[in-house]
């Protein structure tokens, strides 16, 4: 057997499994299906279909609406109290003119592969190709690049998709790439990844994905609330998976207990979000903070809690805080702390 050949079997092997995971993304979930959850779907269908289709999104569960197999209409989910406004577009979100139906590839990596004039990119036109000439590409860049490079030169995806297993590409990608050979994968993400390290550093855990207070316990304990940099309402409209947007209802509780004067709430942000339309704005105490001045305001706080004594010594976190001031660094940043705290409104 030649080299060719052996590239042949070991692409048709690549190409098998590839759909083999592909099938049992699809299957999987009806083969663990018990029988009678099975038939009682099955006795739901007429009214499935006379209600709309239901599925889920990244602004909520909806109803959708399909004719002659095209999208046309998506209503909220009739359990969903407070619908996002957003899944009004979803139907143009799925038929827009601009999304890519098709493999397409650059002309000129078309014609010259990795040898290609990538100063072209971004107003080089694309061509399409068929699938399996694209699979083909990708198997072929993919045998170049770990026998040239190694598996440091591959990255696997990061990112956004849609909701669902099926449908997320990231994960499809960098699991098509495990079936050929190691990468390079990512840590964190770029939602909260300074946070992710950092804050291990400074409260003991990552914080950002860990079990926070509970609503009733915040509406029940807190005289104030901080939003640094935070819009409630406009931010759990969407999620990373499907919302069930339950955390309405505390707003609304938020927003009787702010108007009744039990609860204070400051604002730290640039702008005037929808929170602070929807709490009142004569009832948020807004603070202006110029862009990129948060975290000056941060260290003027951390100086004039320590400087005018007013920190809660028996406190394991203000004690990292007591015992770091005399080094050097933290010197420097009282230093210019001290500076701060008037020139950050505007």
Known sequence: MNNND?????????????????????????????????????????VISKEGILTGSHWGAIRATVKDGRFVAAKPFELDKYPSKMIAGLPDHVHNAARIRYPMVRVDWLRKRHLSDTSQRGDNRFVRVSWDEALDMFYEELERVQKTHGPSALLTASGWQSTGMFHNASGMLAKAIALHGNSVGTGG?????????????????????????????????SKTIVLWGSDLLKNQQ??????????????????????????????????????????????????????????????????????ENLYDKNSSLTTVWVLSSSCRTCWVRKTVSRKMPHGLKN
């Open 6 to 46: 052996l590239f042949q079997a070991s692409r048709r092997r690549f190409l098998a499994q590839l759909g083999g995971l592909t099938v049992a993304g699809m299957l999987g979930p009806s083969l663990l299906t018990p029988r009678r959850a099975t038939a009682a779907q099955a006795a739901t269908d007429a």
């Open 238 to 307: 969407a999620n990373w998976w499907c919302p069930d947007h339950d955390v309405y209802e505390y707003y609304e509780q938020l927003k009787a207990k702010v108007a009744a004067g039990e609860i204070e709430v400051i604002s730290i942000d640039p702008v005037v979000t929808s929170t602070h339309e929807y709490l009142g704005r004569e009832h948020v105490k807004h603070i202006a903070v110029n862009p990129q001045t948060d975290v000056p305001l941060q260290l003027a706080l951390a100086y004039t809690l320590y400087s």
């Open 189 to 221: 993400d770029y939602s909260t990844g300074a946070a992710q390290v950092i804050l291990p550093r400074v409260v003991g855990s990552m914080e950002v994905y860990e079990q926070q207070t509970s609503w009733p316990l915040v509406l029940q304990n």
